[in-house]
């Protein structure tokens, strides 16, 4: 089931978070998220919705739309995220996940989303192509991560032409 996030959601989006945050290049956080952190970031900006993905009462993954750029002309893009927990890759609710946040943002009349993929990654960058990104460039040793240099593709999903 993909919902909207409840006040019970959120020890485990942050499980998930620190999980990448620990452990990989996709996120580039150095220090573990708290629940009340997470939380408190979607309910600053109730302009940008978030989304779980629930399974047997346990929330496996998330989405969300946050401000891409502080200026007021950037107000109609987005960036977005998704984070599955690893046991839930592969079974498509990256995919669902994506769907519902991108069809929500669109009837916000959002005019685009931005995603930065770590690279490598060709799971995160099929998924941002089946869902309508196309990659606007790299930008090389974009963040310093786990000891080494990473590039980030830029990806963006336009709304209206």
């Not at 952190?37 to 993905?53: I, N, T």
């Not at 893009?77 to 079974?91: D, F, I, K, M, Q």
């Not at 009349?109 to 196309?134: K, Q, Y």
């Amino acid at each position: 089931m993909i919902r909207s996030p409840r006040d019970d959601d959120w020890p485990d989006v942050a499980a998930i978070t620190n999980h990448y945050i620990a452990t990989t290049t996709i996120h580039f956080g150095y220090d573990p998220v708290t629940p009340t952190a997470l939380r408190d970031l979607c309910l600053a900006g109730a302009r940008y919705p978030w989304f779980v993905a629930e399974e047997a009462g346990r929330i496996v993954g998330y989405a969300k739309a946050g401000t891409w750029r502080e200026r007021a002309a950037y107000q109609w893009t987005v960036e977005v995220g998704v984070y599955l927990a690893p046991s839930a890759c592969g079974r498509g609710l990256g995919t669902a996940l994506y769907g519902q946040l991108l069809s929500e943002l669109a009837r916000r009349d959002f005019r685009s989303a931005i995603a930065g993929v770590t690279l490598p990654n060709d799971a995160s960058l099929a998924l941002h192509r089946r869902s309508g990104f196309i990659s606007v460039g790299v930008v090389r040793e974009a963040g310093y991560k786990l000891g080494a240099w990473h590039d980030i593709e830029l990806m963006q999903k336009r709304f209206s032409s």
